[in-house]
């Protein structure tokens, strides 16, 4: 049953991406640019904590934490993003989110520079991602929310987090060591 | 749902059989119209019986109808005393007249409306034909296949005694009573096949229990076959529940029911009249072990397997929690007594609150024996083979997930033992053995482990032949001194077999292979002692439970690993001398006179270590199987016991790491996968491998 209602409730989650992008959006920052999350998505905001590197996977996964007994995967969204690293600040922090592959929930920490708050932005301010030629890679976002002069820019986190795109990275990390 | 043959009967029989209830319910020993009247509706029922019912069925309510009527004389005529118990009997009797009908009449339609002259195809029809499910019913029919698993086992082990000791009374209403509540149930959610075959399968274990049959190795055959095909049955009707649709009809159905059918109906008129007078004397002593049977299962109830591992979970965290807090305050503890009281209470209740978690996933391994049982017998049959299957401490617990996880190495081993291992009758004789082999499956605990024995006194391992296949693969040179135990190691190889032919069963070298990769993924190992000529025995020693093991904390540079007690051999301090490199390559160290490949875990962690030289670290000696390596760490922290959790989906393939754990600080530690990391040591190092 309980199958059939996670069944129920991804199809509702993809409709309304692709139909209604409107609605909350948690924005944080990595260096000057801004990004929007679906609220629905994020679990909780933690402070840097110790992260315990895992040898051989890509470099952008930085390690696991303990989230209260459940052990979780961290990703550097910089180090994901080919965005040259910074050192920590106070204002450094881990948002768990939760994604779903597969029918699966799972949750999954990204570090960024710095979370900035909570908005509402309606479906008419949502734009289509431009297109950016070869080099950009703009499948994972969902579109560009515009909030007045600045723009976010709205990520489709299950597709930036998507479980095969860590395994095959860490395919090709095997191989060439 | 069938207008067919005796439907209409059947019908008038049902009511009747209703009206029965209520008659008995108002009548009472002064009320001779109301006797009367109840007196005249058994012989109507009795009637009816005979048109509506097939004949054992008709035989059954008649002998019940006609009961209660002498009764009711009995009660007119004033020969009784106590009329109000009599009207309660007759009041029982009534109900058990309308369990007999009730259902009946509407599976009996199913079953017997395949006259003698329809073609197999059309029967299938008339058989198999089963409607969607009501949306209404699905939670009762998602009830009923768990029930119906559990009763299937039930039957089966019944069914397996019963061959054993063919007159146990208490075996066979046992297996009578899993196909009646199936049946019944059955009947209820419209389950037509489901219901068809186990009436057809009730009504030969009835006559069985009547003694009108004699319960033979043919009788068994068609039964087990039966419970085969309803867990078939019972698997679509699931998957139906999960993809909607209707169920495709079972191929051999209808075949199986007319066996039983065939079974119920020619065995009856040759079957002596008095069987098995040797009956009561063992129903003693069967009826004591059923008792305990019932007695452990007690009272339960059904929690989903979700919702306990969350508890167990849960609990896990707080055990850590409570370690947390108790390292934060023991300096205030050692101070206030008060304070260091109500923590040692805390730590008291912790503990026993995570081994009461712990045991609530705890299951007896019975299942799993009986699983064999049955793969034992079935084998023992295809082959010609006299078998003696014995298990010991089928009630020994273990975690229900070991229980699923071993279950299919033990089905490799218990068939290798029962197909190469025990030889033919003939065989035997020959060896001055009894024909009878025997097959010991024995399981109990020992030091925080679970073991199970696999003993058979078959032909055991031999050696020559094993070394003989050994040299023929390139595994081992010619002329090279091999222990006893790296000899029977050899059947780990994969591609080596020692059966001359192959079989449908077993003999083509990879069931071991496979066994030792389960066994291991389960932290566990196999230990194989082997007499030629005389039998063998495989012991396989597993923990308890996945949840918990016991590992070294190893310190790499900055980071904490945890190395699982069970694959460490020993640590030492090498000297520089031990150490070579080959090609300057690959490292070796020399331990005891064994040259064992080295593995530098901060080149595989990628961090800096305290001592780039291993001269001044340590170098802690894992092995794995036949394999072994040495990993150079910086320090031994200690041992502690950890809960196991898992990196998720998203890392839980990483090589050289099976899991992760959670110390006493809250942080996280990698629990080194010791199998994948030996790997590892010899893919980067060749010329370790070739020495190996």
């Known amino acids: 049953m309980s199958n059939a209602n996670a069944a129920v409730m991804e199809s509702t989650e993809a409709r309304s991406a692709a139909a209604d992008r409107g609605g909350k959006y948690l924005t944080f920052a990595l260096g000057k640019e801004e990004y929007g999350l679906e609220i629905l998505k994020v679990r909780e905001i933690i402070g840097l904590m110790d992260i315990t590197a895992v040898p051989r996977t890509p470099k952008y996964v930085k390690g696991v934490i303990n989230l209260r007994g459940q052990v979780i995967t961290v990703v550097d969204l910089r180090a994901k993003f080919s965005m040259a690293l910074v050192e920590k600040t106070d204002q450094t922090c881990i948002i768990v989110v939760e994604i779903s592959q597969n029918g699966r929930k799972l949750s999954i920490g990204i570090i960024v520079d710095r979370v900035s708050e909570v908005l509402d932005i309606a479906s008419e301010n949502i734009e289509d991602p431009p297109n950016l030629g070869d080099g950009g890679d703009a499948d994972f976002i969902l579109g560009m929310g515009k909030i007045g002069e600045s723009v976010k820019i709205l990520l489709d986190i299950d597709k930036v987090l998507s479980t095969c795109e860590i395994l095959q990275v860490s395919d090709a990390a095997k191989a060439s060591v | ?692």
């Open chain 2, 1 to 692: 749902m069938s207008s067919n043959l005796g439907g209409d009967a059947g019908g008038e029989l049902n009511r009747l059989a209703a009206r029965l209830g209520e008659m008995v319910r108002q009548v009472d020993a002064e009320d001779l119209t109301g006797l009367a009247q109840l007196h005249d509706a058994l012989g109507g029922a009795s009637t009816l019986a005979e048109a509506a019912l097939e004949p054992t069925r008709a035989n059954a309510v008649n002998a019940i109808a006609i009961a209660g009527m002498q009764l009711i004389e009995q009660i007119v005529l004033k020969e009784v005393d106590d009329t109000r118990a009599s009207i309660d009997q007759i009041g029982k009797s009534i109900a058990e007249l309308q369990s007999f009908i009730g259902g009946a009449a509407k599976v009996e339609g199913a079953t017997d409306a395949r006259p003698e002259t329809q073609t197999p195809a059309q029967a299938s029809t008339a058989v198999v034909e089963q409607g969607p499910l009501s949306e209404a019913d699905l939670p009762l029919v998602q009830e009923f296949i768990g029930e119906a698993g559990g009763h299937l086992e039930a039957a089966e082990a019944g069914l397996l005694q019963l061959e054993e000791n063919g007159s146990n009374p208490d075996a066979l209403s046992a297996v009578f009573r899993g196909f009646h509540t199936i049946k019944g149930v059955a009947g209820f959610l419209n389950l037509v096949q489901i219901g068809a075959l186990a009436h057809a399968a009730e009504s030969v274990l009835d006559l069985a229990r009547k003694g009108k049959l004699r319960f033979d190795g043919a009788v068994a055959d068609v039964i087990l076959q039966s419970i085969d095909a309803m867990r078939k049955l019972i698997q679509f009707i699931a998957d139906i529940g999960k993809t909607g649709g209707t169920p495709a009809p079972l191929d051999g159905l209808n075949e199986l029911l007319a066996r039983l059918k065939d079974c119920a109906q020619g065995r009856q008129a040759e079957a002596p009249a008095p069987v098995q007078a040797a009956a009561p004397a063992q129903a003693p002593a069967a009826a004591g072990e059923a008792g305990q049977h019932q007695a452990v299962g007690g009272s339960a109830i059904k929690v989903s397997t979700d919702r306990l591992d969350a508890l167990i979970n849960m609990v896990g965290e707080l055990v850590i929690a409570q370690a947390m807090v108790n390292q934060d305050i023991c300096g205030l503890a050692a101070r206030d007594r008060r304070v260091s009281r109500n923590l040692s209470h805390l730590n008291k209740i912790a503990r026993e609150l995570q081994e009461l978690s712990m045991s609530m996933r705890m299951v007896p391994i019975q299942g799993v024996f009986q699983k064999m049982a049955r793969l034992v017998r079935d084998l023992a049959r295809k082959s010609g083979k006299e078998i003696n299957f014995v298990t010991i401490g089928a009630e020994t617990e273990l975690d229900r997930n070991v229980v699923e996880a071993i279950s299919d190495p033990l089905v490799h081993m218990v068939r290798n033992a029962a197909d190469h291992g025990i030889e033919s009758p003939d065989d035997r004789l020959k060896a001055a053995k009894p024909r009878e082999g025997s097959l010991t499956l024995k399981a109990y605990h020992q030091s925080g482990n679970i073991v199970i024995e696999i003993a058979d006194d078959g032909r055991g391992l031999n050696k020559a032949k094993l070394l003989r296949k050994a040299i023929e693969a390139g595994l081992i040179k010619q002329g090279q001194e091999l222990s006893e135990q790296e000899i029977f190691q050899l059947i780990y190889h994969p591609g080596l077999s020692t059966a001359d032919k192959v079989t449908d069963v077993s003999g083509r070298g990879v069931g071991m292979d496979v066994v030792r990769r389960n066994v291991e993924v389960l932290r566990g190992g196999i230990e194989i002692a082997s007499t030629e000529g005389r039998g063998s025995t495989f012991t396989i020693r597993l923990p308890l439970t996945l949840a918990v093991i016991d590992g070294l904390v190893i310190k790499v540079g900055p980071q904490r690993h945890i190395i699982p007690i069970t694959s460490i051999e020993q640590s030492i301090q090498p000297r520089a001398a031990q150490i070579s490199t080959i090609q300057n390559r690959g490292e070796v160290c020399m331990v005891r006179d064994r040259l064992v490949p080295v593995l530098r875990l901060h080149r595989l962690f990628g961090v800096k270590p305290v001592n780039e030289d291993p001269a001044a670290g340590l170098f802690v000696i894992v092995q794995s199987g036949a394999s072994r390596c040495c990993l150079l760490v910086d320090e031994l922290l200690g041992q502690q016991q950890v809960v196991i959790k898992s990196l998720g989906p998203t890392l839980g393939h990483v090589k050289g790491i099976s899991g992760g754990a959670i110390l006493g600080d809250g942080n996280v530690s990698l629990i080194l996968d010791v199998p994948s990391l030996i790997n590892l040591a010899a893919e980067e190092n060749d010329a370790g491998k070739a020495l190996e």
